[in-house]
């Protein structure tokens, strides 16, 4: 029985858009028995490489039988093609076609990687000794001649003990001596059983098989059997024993098992390590991806929490009253106008229901010197009620009392900006102070409240209200009065009594205006945080940005590689990887790149926001769903663009995805 027995083999490709059939092989028959050497020759496009591809299940026929070993091979599935190519064949080919920055060992071990056998290493040393690279092994095929990385090649195509050898022009990209040494090394292998099955367009190389066959134009013209072989002679000088025995190893049948899994999960590691830059770079585009949108959320919540926090210090359930010029047809009228707020309003409106407490201020500007320094502050005359109702029981020393108040003491309480302006380091309660030329005593020290983003709310001086009003200023008038209602959710019914009350006491007829203005803290309180969510929300789209432009990053690296990982693929399906392999390595490979990458994004992220939250003197609020978004969506573009190019060249034949561009 012959090994190889093909009839009316027919292979055509359909050209452009018209779909022009291009006939390369025009009906091949060809019977090749066990331990032949057998030469193909004819011109440069004959169809002399189709023919080997088809031979070696590495490309399909149009139409026509093929029986391999006796078998059946023309309706191969792709996995069965690819155990029959792990267990049968070994090619060669012009291009040696290894795999780059990989050493000459590992490209040699590669087919076992898929056909499961033990002792690989050894196995590779053996037979890299046998060709003659006993000092080459750790070489990467760019460090390596020509012939010697066709004699890599030869020894990768023998690894799994192959019945039939293929060799595409092995000696086309070699110098004559280089070439000799292969062609002997073919000869050799023969002489041990192999069938070797060469193509060559050259009479001498061919003179070097025991049958030509030659084609044109997609037929068979010759075919020479009782050609003799010439050169035998020079066999005996070469060092190579044939040792080599067409023993076929057998192949587990296990879908994807645990030993399979790690053996792919190796594959996936070599294959990152063996190219650096390009895992660098994939990691790099989800590392910033994921760090950007860490980052600037928890910048944007922390800014958002600090705002909240400061608002929350202006007091609780809190309404403002203040004197406004009523509007006359629409008009604003003269400043003398201006409606006047008395203590006896005060007491007005502590009666109204739900009320808890109210409190007058008048406020102006003075300057206040201490020794050589002064400084331009904001002072406010208020009763001890203050304290409580706006959040400033002094963090240091203490408030002033109702006596105090009633005996117009001349006492003061400073805002941490002005104790900064005017005391520096030196501890100020006790200490003396011109106000407006008089003198105060410092009794205590403000809580710090920050600035609400309009005004610095710690350079203020806070003396109390009578002492204000009468020896300061000389005011009779209230600039504001701050009332507390018991919960938030009387107040608009007490904004409405105060206002009804008001009027009837401002002696104001229906068709004027209201001469006061009752202000919401709450609703100002509502309207800064609502700042604050756009600024989140701004920043949240920022970070969504750098999220996408970090996607198309990792896309960018993982797509740029594909014509290389695509010809890697064609590789390992020539040496016989089924299709899971291939999307296991790969599989593989990104998810550990996305996942590393992701994890270093979340550290970088985190250090970046607790660096910036020091900077910017905020809390940073790195939250769990800003990570988990960021990670998942790195990790799957990176995992989709990684995995996606893959499967696609895992469907070409391996003849495609070798010639891919
Ligand atoms: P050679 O005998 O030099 O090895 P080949 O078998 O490589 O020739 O190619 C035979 C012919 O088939 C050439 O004319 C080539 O242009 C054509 N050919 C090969 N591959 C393809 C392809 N994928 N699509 C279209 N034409 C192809
Ligand atoms: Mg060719």
């Known amino acids: 029985m012959a090994i190889i027995d093909i009839k009316g083999i027919t292979k055509s490709y359909w050209i452009g858009k018209e779909k022009e059939e291009l006939k390369i092989l025009k009906g091949i028959d060809l019977e090749i028995e066990e331990g032949e050497f057998v030469a193909i020759m004819g011109p440069s496009g004959s169809g002399k490489s189709t023919l080997m591809q088809i031979l070696g299940l590495l490309d399909r026929p149009t139409a026509g039988t093929y029986l391999l070993t006796g078998l059946d091979v023309s309706q191969l599935s792709d996995d069965e093609g690819a155990a029959i190519r792990s267990k049968t064949i070994g090619f060669i080919f012009q291009m040696f076609n290894l795999l780059a920055r990989t050493s000459a060992l590992d490209n040699v071990i590669l087919p076992m990687i898929y056909s499961a056998v033990p002792n690989r290493e050894e196995r590779a040393r053996e037979l890299l000794k046998d060709v ?315 809580p710090i409240k920050g600035s609400t983003g309009f005004r610095d709310q710690d350079d203020m001086a806070l003396i109390p209200l009578n002492t204000a009003m009468k020896r300061a200023f000389g005011m009779i008038y209230l600039n504001t009065i701050f009332v507390e209602c018991d919960k938030g959710e009387n107040i608009p019914q007490v904004m409405a009594d105060i206002k009804a009350l008001m009027r009837r006491k401002h002696h104001l007829p229906d068709y004027k205006d209201d001469d006061f203005e009752i202000r919401n803290m709450a609703d100002l309180q509502a309207a800064l945080s609502g700042t604050t969510q756009t600024f989140t929300l701004l920043l949240g789209i920022v970070a969504a940005i750098s999220l996408l432009v970090g996607g198309i990053g990792i896309m960018n690296i993982m797509l740029v590689s594909v014509s290389e990982r695509t010809r890697e693929i064609g590789l390992r399906k020539a040496v016989g990887a089924p299709r899971r392999a291939i999307l296991s390595q790969f599989l593989i490979e990104s998810a550990v790149l996305s996942t590393l990458g992701g994890i270093c994004g979340i550290i970088f992220g985190v250090s970046v926001s607790l660096f910036l939250s020091k900077f910017a003197g905020w809390a940073a609020v790195v939250s769990m769903d800003s990570v988990l978004l960021a990670f998942i969506f790195s990790a799957s573009v990176g995992v989709l663009f990684g995995f996606w190019p893959a499967r696609k060249a895992s469907l070409l034949s391996p003849i495609e995805a070798l010639r891919y561009e």
């Open 132 to 446: 003659g690279l006993t000092d080459r092994m750790l070489h990467k095929p760019n460090e390596l001649s020509g012939g010697q990385q066709q004699r890599v090649a030869i020894a990768r195509a023998l690894v799994n003990r192959p019945r039939i050898l293929f060799a595409d022009e092995p000696t086309g990209n070699l110098a004559s001596d280089q070439a000799e040494d292969i062609l002997r090394q073919l000869e050799l292998l023969n002489k041990s059983g192999i069938t070797v099955i060469m193509v060559t367009h050259e009479q001498d190389i061919a003179e070097h098989a025991r049958r030509i066959i030659k084609l044109k134009d997609g037929v068979v013209v010759s075919d020479d059997a009782g050609h003799s072989q010439r050169g035998s002679k020079s066999v005996q000088t070469l060092a190579v024993k044939p040792k080599i025995t067409a023993a076929a190893p057998s192949r587990p049948s296990v879908p994807v098992s645990l030993s399979q899994f790690k053996e792919y999960g190796g594959s996936a590691i070599r294959a990152m390590a063996s190219n650096k830059v390009r895992s660098a770079l994939s990691m790099l585009g989800i590392l910033i991806g994921v760090a950007a949108v860490i980052a600037m959320l928890a910048v944007g919540q922390g800014a958002q929490k600090a705002i909240e926090s400061r608002i929350a210090s202006l007091g609780s359930n809190l309404l403002m009253i203040r004197p406004e010029s009523p509007n006359v047809g629409g008009v604003r009228s003269a400043s003398g106008s201006v409606s006047r707020l008395t203590l006896d309003d005060v007491k007005l409106v502590s009666s109204v229901p739900h009320v808890v407490r109210a409190e007058g201020n008048v406020q102006g500007n003075a300057q206040v010197v201490y020794g050589a320094k002064n400084a331009n502050t904001q002072v406010t005359g208020a009763t001890p009620l203050y304290a409580s109702m706006r959040n400033s029981m002094p963090y240091y020393g203490r408030f002033f009392t109702d006596q105090e108040d009633q005996r117009k003491e001349r006492v003061v309480l400073l805002g941490q900006t002005v104790i900064n302006n005017l005391f520096g380091k030196e501890n100020p309660v006790d200490k003396i102070i011109k106000l407006n030329r008089i003198n105060f005593k410092v009794i205590g020290v403000l």
